[in-house]
Nanobody, 123 residues
Framework: QVQLVESGGGLVQTGDSLKLSCAAS????????IGWFRQAPGKGRELVAC????????YYPDSVRGRFTISKENAKNSAYLLMDNLQPEDTAVYYC????????????????WGQGTRVTVSS
């Protein structure tokens, strides 16, 4: 069964760090691009990080650039999102996916999403 499962969300304070994990099963994650998206209450889905198949190219929007870092660990068939200096506006449900929306990076694309993990940043 092809599946993505996120973990690592939680309640943190402003300025804290958090590392989200995305575990893949049923396929080899190293062939694909990986995207992390978030959706805050009442808002649309936003791409916050994307990494190419060979990890030689990444994308971050201005809202998180310099604070978020995406990575992959092929040996564990997993991807990660390290979030530093978290702010209340980072509060959202975070999803990993084998796509990056309109961002085109090298690697296979598949319309597969995890169930999401909630991140809440208190002020």
């Amino acid at each position: 069964q092809v599946q993505l499962v996120e973990s690592g969300g939680g309640l943190v304070q402003t300025g804290d760090s958090l590392k989200l994990s995305c575990a893949a099963s049923g396929f080899k994650l190293d062939e694909y691009i990986i995207g992390w998206f978030r959706q805050a209450p009442g808002k649309g889905r936003e791409l916050v990080a994307c990494i190419s198949r060979f990890e030689d190219n990444t994308y971050y929007p201005d809202s998180v650039r310099g604070r978020f870092t995406i990575s992959k660990e092929n040996a564990k068939n997993s991807a990660y999102l390290l979030m530093d200096n978290l702010q209340p506006e980072d509060t959202a449900v975070y999803y990993c996916a084998t796509e990056c929306g309109r961002q085109v990076l090298n690697g296979r694309v598949m319309n597969k999403w995890g169930q999401g993990t909630r991140v809440t940043v208190s002020s």
